[in-house]
């Protein structure tokens, strides 16, 4: 028996935004959003959380603005 391909779905339409984590291993998509309010709403809640975080466009392939951090 064979294992099955994993596939990833993308619809950049649907998420243009994506709060991700950076550690010393590289970055981890937390969460994926519309608005870039919502996007920086969620990053301060994860910052909150003690993680450090930034907010990535994803249709660009950059970030956006700087890194949160806790306290900011």
């Not at 243009?16 to 709403?41: D, F, K, P, W």
């Amino acid at each position: 028996m064979s294992k099955p391909d994993l596939y990833l779905a993308y619809d950049s339409a649907w998420s243009r935004y994506e709060v991700r984590s950076i550690n010393g291993h590289g970055q981890t998509i937390l969460s994926c959003h519309m608005s870039l309010n919502e996007a920086r709403e969620q990053a301060q809640a994860h910052a909150a959380n003690g993680s450090v975080v930034i907010v990535y466009d994803a249709e660009l392939e950059e970030p956006i603005g700087g890194v949160h951090r806790r306290g900011e």
